[in-house]
C-alpha cells in the first residue's frame, strides 16, 4: 500500500485525455493536496488500536474489492459497514459506500465509462458518443426499456487508465 502512495506522489501515472486536448493545454493535476495527505494518513493509522494487519486505507481497499468480485450491491455495502460499525465500535470504519469510494478515488482507481456495441463492432467515443445504433451493424446502443426508464447501454468498456499528467518537476516541487 506504501509504495503505491508512494507511486502516486512522485507521479508516475499518467491519464489518457477524454478527448483531443494536446497535453501541453490540459490543466495539470495537483498530487500534493489534503486528500492525499489524508491517504498518507489512513496508510498508516491502524484499523483499531492494536491492529497490526490492517490499516483504514487498506481494509477499505480489501473491503471494496471483495464488493466488486461479488457482485455486491451499494445497499449490501452499506448493511457490511453498518454491521461491522455496530460490532467493531472502536475501528476507524467509512460511513458509506461513497466515503469508501472517495478513499478509494484518491488511489488513482478511477474509470472511464465507454459505450460499446454489442457485437463488437465499434465504441460510442469521440465521434460516435451521440450515435444511438452502431453504423457498422445496426445493432441498438441501448437494451430496449418498456418500462420508461433511463436508458441502459447494452455493452460497456471500463478504460482504466494507467497513468496520471503530471510533471515531474511539478511534483518534485511540492
Not at 497490526?52 to 486505507?57: E, N
Not at 487498506?58 to 474489492?65: A, C, D, E, N, Y
Not at 461491522?84 to 472517495?102: G, K, M, T, V
Amino acid at each position: 500500500m506504501q509504495d503505491m502512495l508512494d507511486d502516486i506522489r512522485a507521479g508516475t501515472f499518467d491519464d489518457a485525455p477524454q478527448d483531443s486536448t494536446p497535453a501541453a493545454n490540459r490543466p495539470r493535476e495537483t498530487i500534493d493536496s489534503p486528500s492525499f495527505e489524508q491517504l498518507l494518513e489512513d496508510a498508516r493509522r491502524p484499523l483499531f488500536d492494536g491492529c497490526t494487519k490492517f490499516s483504514k486505507l487498506s481494509f477499505v481497499v480489501k473491503l471494496l474489492h471483495i464488493k466488486s468480485i461479488g457482485g455486491w450491491s451499494i445497499k449490501s455495502f452499506d448493511m457490511l459497514l453498518d454491521l461491522l460499525r455496530s460490532a467493531f465500535p472502536d475501528a476507524l470504519l467509512p460511513q458509506s459506500y461513497e466515503e469508501s469510494r472517495s478513499l478509494e478515488s484518491g488511489l488513482g482507481f478511477k474509470y472511464h465509462k465507454i459505450h460499446a456495441c454489442p457485437n463488437d463492432c465499434i465504441l460510442f467515443w469521440k465521434e460516435n458518443a451521440a450515435l444511438n445504433e452502431c453504423p457498422v451493424c445496426k445493432a441498438s446502443r441501448w437494451i430496449p426499456n418498456t418500462h420508461g426508464q433511463r436508458a441502459v447501454p447494452q455493452k460497456v468498456l471500463r478504460h482504466f487508465p494507467l497513468k496520471r499528467d503530471c510533471s515531474v518537476s511539478s511534483c518534485l516541487q511540492r
